[in-house]
């Protein structure tokens, strides 16, 4: 696997730092995740392939602990609200200093500058910061988050990755660590860059939900159909257009022009009617084999067993059969082996872990006699 022999330590959060760490770790990455003591249960869902070292970050010696590990990795990644780090003695100044070629990646909502800074935030707060989230909704609608996929996911926890990824690159040049200042209001903005650069051609200059991409263009939405299922059509271009033309039955001659704005609302009463009358499954062969670019709106129990992403093994099963996405993308000769075992229980591995730092059982059970380091229940003693 393409990162496999680097070591990350994760301080464990909510969702967009557990999803970066789960990456690493799917690609080949010993990830450590730093949990609370005193807590028996996660909230992270994303622990794949991760251990879990329960630990006390308000006693010194918790506080020395996490250095010594930050010693020994190459990442540290945290998703406090700025200062917290710095206030428990454990900011980028003492761990590079201690570890130059540590990558010290810090996962927030604003940004470790900026009068926002320090306040607290979820993804819809990131999202309408970032512009994006004024343009995502029907019309006549308030704006709509889509779950927190945006800011959280590919803003957050995707795109602190790829500073990983960039920061490990460079790093076999310069021999050298750095800081990485991920900010999720940049993040998304940063993955809407498309939105910015596509301003000066027109698509979005009308009102939110009428524009060609926001579900305003009538063969860029979904459809409900005669079973109460939906269809996805996106037949942007001419000739996949007339496709689906075709395959409603419908005459390009006795229509308006496809760019049409100020007659699309009338065009998608047209095709909502006409996709009412069949079931998904009749409207998916007569667009079978066809460019008119409609596919079904598949549930997440549906994905894994359609024809095409069971050919291609898109989705897995871990040890209990529960399904989840391959990690993506595929790479030919290293690709992600995600662990299929369960996920860690907080402090499941903090004996294992603190072995392999260098730590003898004598001091680990003195730590944990000290509630400085715990253990999953079963594993408290050595
Ligand atoms: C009924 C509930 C069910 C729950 C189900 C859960 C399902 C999951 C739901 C996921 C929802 C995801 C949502 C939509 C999201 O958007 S998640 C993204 C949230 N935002 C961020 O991550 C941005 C960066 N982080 C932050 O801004 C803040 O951490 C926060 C999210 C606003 C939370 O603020 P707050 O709880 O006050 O924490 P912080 O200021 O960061 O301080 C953390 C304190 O914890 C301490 N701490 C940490 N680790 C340890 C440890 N191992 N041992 C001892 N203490 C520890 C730190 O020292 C710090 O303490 P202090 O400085 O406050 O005294």
Not at 100 to 114: C, F
Not at 306 to 335: C, I, Y
């Amino acid at each position: 696997m393409a990162l496999l022999g680097v070591k990350v330590i994760e301080l464990a959060g909510l969702a967009p730092a557990p999803f970066c760490g789960m990456i690493l770790a799917d690609f080949g990455a010993k990830v450590i995740r730093v949990d609370r003591t005193k807590v028996f249960s996660t909230v992270d869902t994303q622990g794949r392939g991760k251990q879990s070292v329960a630990l006390n970050l308000k006693t010194p010696e918790g506080v020395a602990l996490l250095r010594r590990l930050c010693v020994q990795s190459d990442v540290v990644l945290e998703p406090y609200r700025k200062g917290v780090m710095e206030k428990l003695g454990l900011g980028p100044s003492e761990l590079l200093s201690e570890n130059p070629r540590l990558i010290y990646a810090r996962l927030t909502g604003y940004g470790q500058s900026g009068c926002y800074a320090s306040a607290a935030g979820h993804d819809i707060n990131y999202l309408a910061m970032s512009g994006l989230l004024s343009q995502l909704g029907r019309s006549g609608e308030k704006p709509y988050a889509p779950l927190n996929l945006v800011a959280d996911f590919a803003g957050g926890g995707l795109t602190c990755a790829l500073g990983i990824i960039l920061a490990l690159l460079e790093r076999t040049k310069s021999g050298k660590g750095q800081i990485i200042d991920a900010s999720m209001v940049e993040g998304a903005a940063f993955t809407g860059s498309f939105l910015w650069k596509s301003r000066k051609l027109g698509l979005w200059s009308r009102p939110r939900g009428e524009n060609l991409l926001d579900s305003g263009a009538p063969f860029y939405d979904t459809y409900k159909t005669l079973d109460g299922k939906y269809l996805a059509v996106g037949a942007i271009e001419t000739e996949f257009y007339n496709q689906l033309l075709k395959g409603l039955e419908l005459d390009a001659g006795e229509l308006p022009p496809q760019m049409s704005f100020s007659d699309w609302p009338e065009l998608k009463q047209l095709f909502t009617e006409r996709f009412a009358s069949k079931t998904q499954a009749d409207w998916l062969m007569i667009f079978d084999g066809t460019d008119a670019c409609v596919t079904p709106v598949l549930s997440l129990d549906q994905v894994s067993s359609h024809p095409h992403n069971r050919e291609r093994g898109s989705f897995m099963k871990d040890s209990s059969g529960e399904e989840f996405p391959r990690p993506a993308p595929v790479l030919s000769r290293t690709p992600a082996e995600p662990c299929l075992a369960s996920d860690p229980a907080v402090g499941e591995h903090t004996v294992e872990v603190l072995l392999d730092y260098g730590y003898t059982s004598a001091e680990i059970d003195e730590m944990l006699a000290a509630g400085v380091v715990q253990c999953s229940a079963g594993k408290a003693k050595l």
